[in-house]
């Protein structure tokens, strides 16, 4: 009986789908569309091993201008787990962004594996579950005072780009011109005497619909675009926000709107951690690609 061959290479398109769907069966809970959208933030940045010519490990390591990389989808088809195959795609991903700074949000059972690989915590992010809909009157109606939600259509993107360009390591751009338009989701700014001071996004998922980001100059803010944007899907969908622990007021608004607590990562960084402005960041964009 002939070995079986063990090769790594860079995905095709088509290819991110299958990753796609093993984060799915893993419990992720990925976006309908989100394949298209990491793709086009680096269409390098997806790894997949072929066992002869069977996809079975799969890795997503994004570039991002000449500093940064994000590292997910790690994983490795069930039926293959323990024989050494998902330490070689890792060790491939690890390669492709060799001489930047590394993060990645960790799933609690393979935090230990990532510090052996020089990663270090930066913090603990906490995914929240809540109900979609317009607030009710058990709930605390958000002061927007003399602020106005605008769809960001209505904005051009270089003043969405140079919004967004504080809350991340390095430029994201590309991503973040398709991640605003992507089918289906919900995409608002609030501007404050015509300048933007925060924005977020509700996108449809295989169970419910996620909010990331949600960034906001003020805590006032944030709250006033989580209404908005969770009462654009009704109230008996699921509703799920990621929020740095590090950030209380993102914390306490979820608990405030009813949410419990369903998931958690680490979020990780090989180098040091970035200088972002945490206490204006409410919620996480994506685990997958940061």
């Given at each position: 009986?002939?070995?079986?061959?063990?090769?790594?290479?860079?995905?095709?398109?088509?290819?991110?789908?299958?990753?796609?769907?093993?984060?799915?069966?893993?419990?992720?809970?990925?976006?309908?569309?989100?394949?298209?959208?990491?793709?086009?933030?680096?269409?390098?940045?997806?790894?997949?091993?072929?066992?002869?010519?069977?996809?079975?490990?799969?890795?997503?390591?994004?570039?991002?201008?000449?500093?940064?990389?994000?590292?997910?989808?790690?994983?490795?088809?069930?039926?293959?787990?323990?024989?050494?195959?998902?330490?070689?795609?890792?060790?491939?991903?690890?390669?492709?962004?060799?001489?930047?700074?590394?993060?990645?949000?960790?799933?609690?059972?393979?935090?230990?594996?990532?510090?052996?690989?020089?990663?270090?915590?930066?913090?603990?992010?906490?995914?929240?579950?809540?109900?979609?809909?317009?607030?009710?009157?058990?709930?605390?109606?958000?002061?927007?005072?003399?602020?106005?939600?605008?769809?960001?259509?209505?904005?051009?993107?270089?003043?969405?780009?140079?919004?967004?360009?504080?809350?991340?390591?390095?430029?994201?751009?590309?991503?973040?011109?398709?991640?605003?338009?992507?089918?289906?989701?919900?995409?608002?700014?609030?501007?404050?005497?015509?300048?933007?001071?925060?924005?977020?996004?509700?996108?449809?998922?295989?169970?419910?619909?996620?909010?990331?980001?949600?960034?906001?100059?003020?805590?006032?803010?944030?709250?006033?675009?989580?209404?908005?944007?969770?009462s654009r899907v009704g109230p008996v969908e699921k509703v799920y926000l990621d929020t740095p622990e590090v950030n209380p007021a993102a914390v306490a608004m979820a608990q405030r709107y009813g949410m419990s607590i369903s998931f958690e990562t680490a979020r990780m960084y090989t180098g040091d951690a970035p200088d972002l402005p945490l206490e204006r960041i409410f919620g996480v964009t994506s685990f997958e690609v940061g």
């Open positions: 009986m002939q070995p079986h061959n063990y090769s790594i290479r860079t995905m095709v398109r088509s290819e991110v789908d299958i990753a796609i769907d093993w984060a799915a069966q893993e419990g992720w809970n990925p976006g309908l569309h989100d394949a298209d959208c990491y793709y086009a933030a680096d269409p390098n940045g997806f790894l997949v091993g072929l066992l002869d010519d069977t996809p079975i490990a799969a890795i997503s390591v994004i570039r991002y201008g000449e500093t940064f990389g994000f590292l997910g989808f790690y994983i490795v088809h069930p039926e293959y787990r323990g024989q050494g195959y998902g330490i070689q795609i890792w060790r491939a991903g690890l390669n492709y962004l060799a001489d930047r700074n590394i993060g990645l949000d960790g799933v609690v059972d393979q935090q230990d594996n990532y510090r052996r690989s020089g990663f270090t915590l930066a913090y603990r992010n906490i995914r929240f579950e809540g109900i979609g809909g317009a607030i009710s009157d058990a709930m605390p109606a958000a002061d927007i005072g003399t602020e106005a939600v605008v769809n960001l259509s209505r904005l051009p993107l270089d003043v969405l780009e140079a919004y967004d360009r504080p809350f991340f390591p390095d430029d994201r751009g590309r991503f973040i011109r398709g991640w605003v338009k992507q089918p289906d989701c919900h995409a608002l700014g609030i501007l404050d005497a015509g300048v933007l001071v925060g924005y977020g996004v509700i996108r449809p998922c295989r169970s419910g619909y996620k909010i990331g980001p949600l960034f906001a100059d003020t805590p006032q803010l944030a709250e006033s675009l989580f209404v908005a944007l969770k």
